[in-house]
């Protein structure tokens, strides 16, 4: 599921995410697939997009997994009919653009969304995140 709906929603938490994908904490994964076993349309779980940013943060740093592997995952994520996915049409937009390469996925979150609330652009200083549609370097140039 892709919008937002009225119906009742539990949120999730990163590390509900983490452990349900990574399955590293054999406890707290049967609890999360638990949980997520008992979402469905009516009664979606729901993912912010802070979640998704922090999601594919934890599994770049604290797990090294390949991005290919990670927008699998979030795909999967956004493609399940039992989830709510806020801003789903820019995340679509930002794994598909993180899955090519490039400016990370918290970047290319930023870049859509300074797009979608109107902005003419995003200033950074980063000269990777710079290069993103929408995005506009600042003055003195660093990479972060």
């Known amino acids: 599921m892709t919008s937002q709906t009225s119906v009742p929603m539990t949120g999730l938490d990163t590390n ?5 994908l990574v399955q590293d904490d054999v406890a707290q994964a049967k609890a999360a697939q638990d949980l997520i076993a008992t979402f469905t349309e009516g009664a979606p779980g ?25 927008a699998r995952a979030l795909d999967g994520l956004m493609e399940a009919r039992e989830l709510v996915i806020e801003a789903a049409d820019r995340a679509a937009i930002a794994v598909d653009r993180y899955r090519k390469g490039g400016p990370g996925f918290a970047d290319q979150m930023i870049a859509l969304a300074g797009q979608g609330a109107g902005c003419q652009a995003t200033v950074t200083f980063d000269r990777k995140a710079a290069g993103l549609p929408g995005m506009s370097l600042l003055g003195t140039v660093s990479d972060h």
Do not use: Q
């Open 16 to 20: 509900v995410l983490v452990r349900f």
């Open 46 to 70: 729901f993912i912010c997009r802070e979640v998704l940013i922090e999601l594919v943060w934890v599994l770049e740093r604290a797990y090294t997994l390949p991005r290919p592997d990670i």
